[in-house]
């Protein structure tokens, strides 16, 4: 009877098996699932957004695998004393991380900044970063510019990133107050004003539960470092026991 129940429960199985692999073939020819990086032809079963050997070939700064790296010193050069910060990507131009990030950002894929969150978050776990953050908190968006574009990539990639170091997001605390412009044009002085009078700390807000907290802010682009060093120098103004150290999925 044992013997008759596992042969139908291994026939049963591998028509499921059988017909995910038709359907996934029909899915295949209906809606041919392409790289985000490279625009080849991905296979469903086994790669998923990025193929595998644009995910083998991301240019990267590993900057989290060095206790120094050009982040931190920048911010500390800056009087913002900040505990530890780095970035994954190398963001340059012609390169395949600036055409995975304008597809995150501008073609509507908010699900390539959580697997690269996450990508990164094994990554930040193996060599033992950010372990001590008690609060993750993306860098905010204007409402109108987040209802338009429909998500904030930052708090896309700090969902992938919180996932694995197990570490909550706390959003609420900094306020995207003025709807900017791209920075892309601006220089290093400009981009720090625009920076300034864009952020604030969010008001009528209890701060008994996040004072003497560790927090981690999250970018998907560190260019100069403006929007990091205002959001940074903002928890330290208004919650003056805090640590602050920042991520950026990508250093330009
Ligand atoms: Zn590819």
Do not use: W
């Not at 791209?182 to 864009?198: C, E, G, I, P």
């Amino acid at each position: 009877m044992f013997v008759i129940f596992t042969v139908i429960c291994k026939m049963v199985f591998s028509i499921i098996r059988i017909l995910k692999n038709i359907k996934d073939d029909l899915l295949d020819i209906i809606s041919p699932k392409v790289c985000l990086s490279c625009g080849k032809h991905i296979k469903s079963e086994t790669e998923d957004l990025i193929c595998s050997e644009c995910l083998a070939d991301l240019s990267r700064v590993d900057f989290y695998k060095n206790d120094e790296n050009v982040i931190t010193e920048l911010l500390d050069n800056q009087d913002c004393r900040i505990e530890y910060g780095c970035a994954f990507l190398r963001f340059q131009k012609g390169e395949n991380t600036q055409q995975i990030l304008h597809n995150i950002k501008y073609y509507n894929h908010p699900e390539l900044g959580l697997k690269l969150g996450r990508i990164a978050g094994y990554q930040l776990k193996r060599y033992n970063r950010f372990s001590d953050v008690d609060f993750i908190i993306p860098v905010p968006m204007h409402p109108k510019k987040q209802k338009k574009r429909g998500f904030n990539q930052a708090e896309r990639i700090a969902v992938g990133l919180s996932e694995i170091l197990k570490i909550p997001i706390r959003e609420g605390i900094l306020e995207k107050v003025i709807n900017t412009k791209s920075q892309t044009k601006m220089d290093k002085k400009q981009r720090l004003n625009n920076s300034r009078q864009a952020f604030g700390f969010a008001k009528n807000i209890e701060t008994q539960d996040i004072e003497n907290k560790h927090f981690l802010i999250v970018d998907d682009v560190f260019t100069t470092g403006s929007t990091m060093r205002v959001c940074a120098s903002l928890l330290k103004k208004h919650l003056p026991n805090c640590k602050v150290s920042i991520f950026a999925l990508a250093k330009a």
